[in-house]
């Protein structure tokens, strides 16, 4: 059994994606080929905002989005303006900041939902704005495991204290709020087409999305080191770059496979994956597990179906019984970003951040996909009760 079988996916959809990778390979039109800005019109229409610039994977999608918010703030100036993360994420969320020069502070996450906290958010802007050094300036949300973070909290807060709000969506895309997609909460968004996303190539790639032009025109720039775009259809432009920039593209047979994956990921794969994680929440209702909580209105897309092991539990051991199943399990995450040796000596490593803590000694991913069978739910479910007891 595979944690997130793309070999499956890829026998369902095998002649779209063959033709479309032999296209490219037939055109010879390796580099920013027309797949790419097809793929971000229709992304960009998808998700409802005005503009969606593809890059080279969801870390640099993070660091080109930072680099444009904060573009009428001096360079020099960024080490006085703090940014706040969640501290239960994968690192890169505040592994970007950070390698920017920004203060990075943890903030901890409501344990129900993995989410991060308003209320603990508030509370940490007050502390730093207290202390006087750093001035709270942007807030990176991000949609753990599919769900998208509370953002209606959220702006509100970033409206009182006049800061930025980025939507980390590498494992949200897909997901909605009502009838508002996944990155399209916050004055900028990314996301990651890894392969194991809920959208994912057959390589890295990432995406940007905002509705501010200025904003797309420098994501554009900056991840072509620096390109003059001005004026795209002037030849000249292609070596005049006017600031520092980065080599961050998404290749066109990455755009090709996620062309002939888009259609279905939204017309069947988000409803597979959905009763996937419904039946899950059926066969293990009765446990003493903590199961997924969705909050009323909102939908998943479930990159990651996480459940909360009762205290005592020896997880290690849970796993090797699962293991010897031949039933993959994985641990999103065993450490708390604070506590990340990266972090050692700066301010966020400071943080308070007790259901992080937690979270990071009970969770237990299991296996989820749209094309996982209710039969192999059942199963993975069963050895789950016997490991348990």
Known sequence: ???????????????????????????????????????????ADYVKVRHCITCGNGTDAITIALMAVLSNIPSEDWKNCAVFVP??????????PAALGLPTYFVDVRKETYNISPDALEKSIEQVKAEGRHKPTLVIAVDLFGQPAEYGELKRL???????LLEDGAQGFGGRIGGRMACSFADIATTSFFPAKPLGCYGDGGAIFTDNEEWASLCRSIAIHGKDMSDPNDPNSKYNNIRLGMNSRLDTIQAAVLLAKFP?????????????????????????????????????????????????????????CMKEADIPTMVYYKKPMHRQGAFAGTAGETAHCPN???LCGSVLCLPIHPYLRKTEVEMICGKLKKGLS
């Not at 970033?158 to 930025?164: A, H, V």
């Open 1 to 43: 059994m595979r944690f997130r079988d793309l070999n499956r996916q890829y026998q369902y959809i095998q002649t779209n994606i063959d033709n479309a990778v032999r296209s490219v390979i037939d055109q010879a039109n390796f580099i920013s080929g027309s797949q790419v800005s097809e793929l971000e019109s229709i992304l």
């Open 87 to 96: 501290d239960f994420t994968f690192f890169s969320s505040g592994e970007c």
């Open 158 to 164: 970033c409206k009182k204290y006049n800061m930025f």
């Open 264 to 320: 279905v990921f939204r017309d069947e794969e988000l409803d597979m994956v959905d009763n996937a994680a419904r039946w899950y929440g059926e066969f293990l209702s009765a446990t003493s597990l903590v199961l997924p909580e969705i909050m009323d209105n909102y939908t998943s897309s479930w990159a990651q179906y996480t459940v909360q092991l009762p205290e005592g539990v020896d997880r290690a051991k849970l796993q090797m």
């Open 356 to 358: 992080t803590e937690k």
